[in-house]
C-alpha cells in the first residue's frame, strides 16, 4: 500500500520537482491559448476580404470582429461555473470538440449569418478554455513556478498571434503569385483558407488534449474525493501517494467549512465580502484592458493599412503590406511575455501590470499624436511602429499576463473556475465594446480621439489595480492550494 502522506497536498505539491504530467499539462493548456492567439489575429487579416465577398457594411464588419469576443464572454461566464461543478478534464473535452467543429464551420461559412453563428460558437470553446487552463496550471504546478509558468502558458497567445501573421502573408502571397492581376480569386477564397488553417491546428491541439486523462488533485479535493485525488496526484507526482483529511489544515478546510467534509464555497461567495476585493481585482482591469487589447489588436492590420498603406489601390497588396507590418509588431508581444517571465518574480505581478497600463497608455498617445502628421513623412512612421511597438511590449509584460494570472491566483479551488471564468467574462465584455465600438468611435470621433480614449481607459485601469493591490507577499497558499487574501497595509 502506498504510505499515507503526511502533509497537505499543497505542501507536497511545492515540494516537488517538476514531473512529466506536470509538462504534458502545460502544454495542453498553452496549445489553446496559442490557438486563441491564432484566431484573434488571422480575422483581422481577413477581414478586408469577408467584407467584399459577402458585402459587408461597418456594422457587419464590426459584427463578425466581435462575434468569437462575444461568444467567448459565455463561455467564460457560464462554462467556468460548469468546470467548478462537473470538473476540469470533462469540460477540458467537450471544449475541444466544440473548437474543431466550430472552426470548421467557420471556415466553410456561406453567407453573414452562418458565419457569426460559427464565430460566437468559435469564442465561447476559447471563453471555456480560460478558466481551465488557469486553474489547471495554478493546481498542478509547485508554487514557486506558478507564476512564470501560468504566464508563459499564456505567452503563447502572442506566439499564435505571429503564427497568424505568417500564415496570413503566405496565404496572401500564394494568391498574389497563383493569380497574378485576379483580385477577386483572393477576395473570394483567401480568407476560406486563412481560416481553414485554424482548423487543422485545431485538429492537432484535439488529439493532444484527447490523449491527457489527468483530472486535477485540488479540484478533487475540494469535492472532498479523496480516493480519485489519491490516484490523480500518484500519476501528477510519478510516486504512490494517499490522500486523506488533515486537521486542522486539510486538503479540502476552509473558513466556512469542516476539515473532514467538503467546502461550502459557493459562486455567490464571489460577490461576498471574503472574496469581493479579489474579484474586483480580477475582474475590473482586464475588463479595462480588452477594450484597448482587441480594439487595437484585431484592427492592427487595418489601421496600419490606413496610417501607412493608405495609398496603394490593389486589396491583396495593401493587406499584405499591413500583415507584414503586424508581424514586426507582433515580435514585441512575445519579447513582452518573456519580459513578464522574466520580471514577475523579481517585481510582482501588481507592480507589473500597473507599468504595463501606464506603458500602454503612452504606446496609444504615439499612435494619437502621428495622426496629425503626414502619413508617409518619417516622423510619423517613427511615432506609428513606437506606438505599436510600445503598446504591444508593455500590454504582455504587464496586464496581459498579469490578468490571466491573477485570475487563477486569488480564488480558492472550489470556486477557481467561477472565479477566472467571470474575470474573463468582465474582459470579454470589454473585448465586445473594443472589437465592435472601434469602427463607430473613429467614424464618430476619429482615429486620433478615440486613440486618446482607449489611453485615458489604460490610465484608469492602472489607478484601480493601485486600488485594489495585493502585493505577492501577502498572497499565500492554504492546504487546498487556495489563495488567502490578507487586507492591504
Known amino acids: 500500500m502506498p504510505p499515507a502522506m503526511p502533509t497537505a497536498f499543497q505542501q507536497r505539491l511545492d515540494q516537488s520537482a517538476i514531473t512529466r504530467p506536470m509538462v504534458r499539462l502545460w502544454l495542453l493548456a498553452a496549445s489553446l491559448i496559442a490557438l486563441d492567439g491564432f484566431d484573434f489575429f488571422i480575422i483581422g487579416v481577413a477581414l478586408p476580404f469577408l467584407q467584399r465577398d ?24 457560464f462554462l467556468g461555473p460548469l468546470t467548478d461543478k462537473l470538473g476540469r478534464q470533462p469540460m477540458l473535452i467537450a471544449d475541444v470538440i466544440l473548437f474543431v467543429v466550430a472552426t470548421a464551420g467557420t471556415a466553410l461559412a456561406w453567407n453573414l449569418a452562418s458565419l457569426l453563428v460559427f464565430r460566437v460558437l468559435v469564442g465561447v470553446a476559447i471563453g471555456a478554455d480560460y478558466p481551465i487552463s488557469v486553474a489547471y496550471i495554478v493546481e498542478n504546478v509547485p508554487t514557486r513556478h506558478r507564476d512564470q509558468l501560468v504566464i508563459g502558458a499564456f505567452s503563447f497567445q502572442a506566439v499564435g498571434a505571429l503564427l497568424g501573421a505568417l500564415v496570413g502573408i503566405a496565404i496572401l502571397y500564394g494568391f498574389s503569385v497563383g493569380y497574378p492581376g485576379d483580385e477577386q480569386m483572393a477576395i473570394h477564397y483567401a480568407w476560406r483558407w486563412m481560416l481553414g488553417v485554424g482548423v487543422v491546428l485545431a485538429l492537432g491541439v484535439a488529439l493532444a488534449r484527447l490523449a491527457v486523462s489527468l483530472e486535477s488533485p485540488a479540484y478533487l479535493l475540494s469535492q472532498g474525493n479523496y480516493e480519485a485525488a489519491s490516484a490523480m496526484a500518484s500519476e501528477l507526482l510519478e510516486e504512490p501517494i494517499t490522500l486523506k483529511p488533515d486537521r486542522p489544515s486539510g486538503p479540502v478546510f476552509d ?39 482587441y480594439g487595437v489588436g484585431i484592427f492592427t492590420p487595418v489601421i496600419l493599412g490606413v496610417l501607412v498603406f493608405g495609398g496603394a489601390s490593389d486589396l491583396v497588396a495593401q493587406t499584405l503590406a499591413s500583415a507584414k507590418g503586424s508581424a514586426l509588431v507582433d515580435i514585441f508581444l512575445i519579447l513582452g511575455f518573456l519580459l513578464a517571465v522574466l520580471l514577475v518574480k523579481r517585481l510582482g505581478p501588481i507592480v507589473l501590470q500597473i507599468v504595463g497600463f501606464l506603458g500602454m497608455a503612452l504606446g496609444l498617445g504615439l499612435l494619437a499624436a502621428s495622426t496629425g502628421l503626414p502619413a508617409e513623412s518619417p516622423a510619423a512612421m517613427g511615432l506609428i511602429f513606437g506606438g505599436f511597438l510600445l503598446f504591444n511590449l508593455l500590454m504582455n509584460a504587464g496586464p496581459n ?55 485615458v481607459l489604460c490610465g484608469v485601469a492602472a489607478l484601480v489595480t493601485f486600488i485594489y493591490r495585493r502585493e505577492a507577499s501577502q498572497l499565500r497558499l492554504l492546504g487546498d492550494g487556495a489563495i488567502a487574501d490578507s487586507a492591504p497595509k
Request: hydrophobic content about 50%; glycine content about 12%.
Open 54 to 77: 459577402l458585402d459587408l457594411s461597418p456594422a457587419a464588419v464590426g459584427a463578425v470582429a466581435a462575434a468569437a469576443v462575444a461568444g467567448s464572454l459565455l463561455g467564460s461566464l
Open 255 to 293: 473558513h466556512r467549512g469542516s476539515p473532514d467534509g467538503p467546502p461550502r464555497l459557493r459562486y455567490r461567495d464571489l460577490f461576498g465580502p471574503t472574496y469581493r476585493r479579489q474579484t474586483l481585482l480580477a475582474s475590473v482591469p482586464w475588463f479595462l484592458q480588452d477594450i484597448a487589447t
Open 401 to 455: 499576463a498579469t490578468t490571466f494570472l491573477l485570475s487563477g491566483a486569488v480564488f480558492p479551488a472550489a470556486i477557481r473556475a467561477s472565479g477566472a471564468g467571470l474575470s474573463a467574462a468582465f474582459a470579454k465584455a470589454g473585448a465586445v465594446l473594443g472589437t465592435f465600438g472601434l469602427p463607430v468611435l473613429q467614424q464618430a470621433l476619429g482615429l486620433a480621439s478615440t486613440l486618446g480614449l482607449l489611453a
